[in-house]
């Protein structure tokens, strides 16, 4: 059996293999984008959505948390890398290797990782009166987790 040809199993399997692929990924997005056109149209469809007091405080929220958690990993993984590029101490290794957790844990570990420790009872809720916290939930939890794991991106 030889490959490359265009006659051999290998081309004749692609030649139906992938548009097949393409097939299964292409009918999922137009289904889900399909609705979008219906009625008075996709503009007027964004328009209205954009115009509903919800949508503007989910996304103001949204962009409020993105923010603050990237300010937030900014102004720790800056001086950060700065210390593992240009500084020799003690442990550096050891710094440099648990800066890079958060790529190896999933975000669902990550979120019960801080309730676990930073919720109602953990371990660590006093440590939030530090920071003039109240409690992991919300806003602030979710700026923390977030900052967590893009401080790695920061390095």
């Known amino acids: 059996m030889k490959t490359g040809r265009a006659g051999s199993p290998a081309a004749l399997a692609s030649a139906v293999l992938f548009p097949a692929a393409a097939l299964a990924l ?15 149209g996709a503009a007027a469809n964004l328009a209205r ?12 929220y949204g962009l409020a948390q993105a923010l603050a958690s990237s300010l937030l990993a900014l102004a720790t993984g800056l001086p950060g890398a700065y210390l593992l590029a240009r500084r ?32 109602n009872q953990g371990w660590l809720k006093g440590v939030l009166g530090w920071f003039g916290l109240q409690t992991i939930y919300g ?12 401080f790695p991106h920061a390095v």
């Open 88 to 119: 020799r101490f003690p442990g550096k290794r050891i710094l440099s290797a648990l800066s890079a957790i958060p790529f190896c844990v999933p975000p669902l570990i990550v979120a019960m990782g801080f309730a676990l420790y930073y919720g």
């Open 49 to 60: 959505a954009l115009g509903e007091p919800r949508f503007l405080r989910s996304f103001g």
């Open 26 to 40: 292409a009918l999922p997005l137009l289904a889900a984008f399909l609705p979008l056109a219906g009625g008075d």
């Open 139 to 150: 806003l602030p939890g979710m700026v923390l987790s977030m900052t967590f794991s893009s």
